[in-house]
Structure formats: structure tokens, C-alpha cells
């Protein structure tokens, strides 16, 4: 079936815009929620990662074959499917007992949520067939999907100072039957399954690669960074991925082209996207916790104080599209990382208890870092595939993001676990009655409720030390990503968001548009 368009294009964008909103608040919204979490379902360090990394990982995943799926089999049939699934597995993630199965129900959102992203941004894709205006509702897809991202905190926050942890999870039930019914009534039909590619083997290299690249980071802590369950998983990891490429690149229908990553359009943009949600999901992770288990402050109060990120973000992806118009894109999303990397800078030099306009400031540079990043980045993928394969586009944009994203929480959670534990080692609760370090190590709330309940300043002003060092050095990390992310952006091209007697949108040849 040919693509479609309908009459009605700003119903489209609103519906796409509402259902992606709904599944990026989800990737957030719930790590207000882990301190609480940690205590009542005893979860400890490494559980916490996975109910977030849960998520980020079936979505990484499985992302890139929903979209192909979507365009074979129609977007619109995949929307409703994958919202009816989101909302009935948030439904289900309220009813769990155990970290165990919030877990398992945290890959279920996320299998659904790869369902979903891709189409929305297909159907704008179709929508807007002229490239300008397509480009400005990208902009506006982006602002709303960095401010999903950036408010769930909040959200999680007021839910939090009134009800219980499931209520993160029921929450979202009545936003995505909204959005279903929404879909259904004004999303039109498109397809093409002509084009649409269904590449199980490249499916199953891509995903056992970054599972298992995620599970060994997770882990490690535990294993030991050099331990050989770590080595062999890294090892195992590069070979899978060199097998996706070996397979894909001997495939008469691959599920991506690789040559498309010679194309700067397409692999510096998919390499600061997923730079830009590395540092900001790893950030997040960290930061919920800093801000109820240092500062001890309630789940609203954390909200609303990582609302200026929301509100930065969904600036700088209007500004950002804006800016690459007349400027260009790599001048943009250079500049974007830039100013990410020295957020995080700034974040890695700042004390204990610093001032809260100060924290201001460092996430007023991080929110408009990731939206001058993301949107440019985003329409430049999408610029370099005609609208017929929006889905495979539009999936590998979101692959980018989750995978980005998954590895932020992973790596940066991982090396704050060792260094927490490695510094807490030797404080005074090595001294501790037996069992209580070791439950101390593991989980940053265990050791805050060891020191209160004991009345012992040494033991909270340990535990906060420790804190800040893993803080510290995985913000260092990241600022040197983010850097090291802008050079590579450099490759992008410059061209401005124009139209320039090309207004489909088709690609232009990679060489002209220096």
C-alpha cells in the first residue's frame, strides 16, 4: 500500500507527539520512584538498573524491526497495538511483589514502547512530505519527547507525595488509552511492504550484541571489571556485532543498510543522538538519587527541582531546528555537545551540597545541550531516507536514543556501584557488626538507614563521600563523551534546513552538501 497523507497534519503531529510523550515520560518517570522501590520491594544497586535498563534495553532492541515490521504491515495497526500492550503491561508492573517481576514487566513496556516510537515519527514523516515543514514538526516531536524525558521526574515527584510507587506505573494506563483512541480516529493508514525488511538473523546478532553489552556493564561491579565473566561478555559482545555486520553486509534484504553510515548525514547525527541520552539517562539515574538520599529530599521536591531541564530541553529543540536553518547542523549539534560536556564539568566540580541555582544553571546548560543535539540530529537521519522507508528511519533514530540511553544508566550507574562501594570499603563501616557492610555496599539506602538508625555522623558523612566520588567521576565520564561526541559531529554536513528546490525532501548526495 502507498503511503498516505491526510488533510488533517497538525492531528497527526498532536497524536504522535502525545503517544511519544507517553512512552519517554515512562523512561524517567519511574527513577523518582527507586528509592522507594529499593525499600519496599528490598531491591538493591544492581536491581535498580535493571527495572530502569529493563526498559531502555527491550526498547534498544527490538526497535529497529518494529519499524520495519511497521512498515510492512501498516504504522497505524502498530501504534494501537503497541499502546494497548504499554498500557496493559503498566497496568500489570502495579501488581508486582518482587523486583524480579517489576523487571520482567519492565521489558514488556519496553518491547511495546519499540512498537510505538518509530511510527510516530513515521507518520509525521508521511505527513509532512515537504522537508521544511517536516522539519520544524520534528523540532516540535522533539521538544515534546525531551520534555516527556525531563518531567517524569516531576510527575513520578506529585504521585509519589500522594500515593504509593505502583501509581508511577497505573498513571500511565489512561495517557496511552488517550493516545490509542486518539490513533485510531485520526492517524491515517500507510504502508509500504515493498520496501518494509524482515532480517531475523540481523535482528538476533544486533540484539544478543548490546544485551549482552549491557548485562556485562551492569554486572561487572559484582564480577569484577577484570574478572573473567566481564572479559568474555565484553569479548562476546564485539563479536556479535562484528557477525550483525558481517550478516546485514551479505544480505540480499538487510534490516539496515550499513552503507548508510558512510553518509556523515546519517552516522555523525546517530552518533550524537546517542551520545546526547547517554549522558542524559546516565545523569537522571544519578541525580533522583542525589537529590532524595543526600539532600533527603521528598519525591515532589526532587521533581519539581529537575524541572528546569524539561523546560531547557523542549527550548532547545524548538531553538535548535531554528538555529540549523540559518546556521546549519553541525554548527548546531556541535555546539549542543559542547554545552552538555560542560554541564557535566560543571557538575563534577561542584561540592557536596551545592546551591540549588547553581544545579539550576548546570541543567539549564544540559537541557539546551540535548535539544540543540537531538532535533537537528534527528531530521538529519531522517533526511537522508525518502518518506517510503520513514519506519526503518525513524527506528534507527530511536535505536540511537534507547541504545544511548540503556548505556548512559548501565555504564555510568556501573561505575558509580564500584566506586561507592570500593570508597565505602574503606570507611568506618568496614567496622561494622557482619552483614552490614556488604548490605551497605550494595545499596546506597541501606547504608543511609544503617547510619541513621545507629545515630552515627561518621557513618552518614561516609556514605555521602562515597556518593559524590562515584557521582563525580561518572560525570566526568561523560563529559569527556560528550567531547570526544562533538569532533565526531564535526563530520556532519552544514547544509541549512532549506528547501532549496528540493522540497520532497529527497536526500541530495552526501559530497554536495559540504
Known sequence: MPSSTTSRPALVLAVACLAAFTINLDTTIVNVALPSISRELH????????????????????VLIAGSLGDRFGRRPALLLGLAGFAAASTAAALVTGPEGLIALRFAMGACAAVIFPTTLSVITNAYPVRHERARAIGLWGAVTGLGVAVGPVCGGLLLSHFGWKSVFLALVPVSLIALLAAWRWVPESSNPAEARLDLPGLACSASAVGLLVYTIIEAPSHGWASPQTVVGFAASAALMAGFLLVERRRERPMIDIRLFRTPAFSAASASVTVAFF????????????????????????????LPVALTIAVGSVAGVALATRLGTRAVVVT????????????????????????????????????????????????????????????????TRETG????????????????????????????????????RES??????????????????????????????ACVVAAVLCVAGALAATALPNHPLRTQGNPTGTPQPATAAR
Open 336 to 399: 549542543g555537545l559542547l554545552l552538555l560536556a560542560a554541564a557535566y564539568g560543571w557538575i563534577a566540580l561542584s561540592p557536596t551540597f551545592t546551591a540549588y541555582p547553581r544545579i539550576v544553571g548546570q541543567m539549564v546548560l544540559m537541557g539546551l545541550g540535548l535539544g540543540m543535539t537531538t532535533a537537528p540530529a534527528t531530521e538529519s537521519i531522517l533526511s537522508v531516507l525518502p518518506a517510503a522507508k520513514a519506519g526503518l528511519g525513524s527506528a534507527v533514530n530511536d535505536a
Open 43 to 62: 531491591a538493591g544497586t544492581r536491581d535498580l538498573q535493571w527495572i530502569v535498563d529493563g526498559y531502555n534495553l527491550s526498547f534498544a532492541t527490538l
Open 279 to 306: 549522558a542524559l539517562f546516565g545523569f537522571i539515574f544519578l541525580v533522583t538519587q542525589y537529590f532524595q538520599l543526600v539532600r533527603d529530599y521528598g519525591a515532589l521536591s526532587t521533581g519539581v527541582r529537575i
Open 444 to 473: 546506597v539506602a541501606a547504608a543511609l538507614g544503617i547510619a541513621r538508625t545507629t545515630h552515627r555522623s561518621d557513618l552518614l558523612t561516609a556514605v555521602q563521600g562515597a556518593f559524590m566520588h562515584g557521582f563525580h567521576t
Open 405 to 440: 540511553g540503556t548505556l548512559g544508566v548501565a555504564v555510568l550507574g556501573s561505575i558509580f556501584t564500584s566506586l561507592y562501594a570500593t570508597h565505602l570499603t574503606s570507611s568506618a563501616f568496614s567496622a561494622l557488626p557482619l552483614g552490614q557492610p556488604a548490605s551497605a
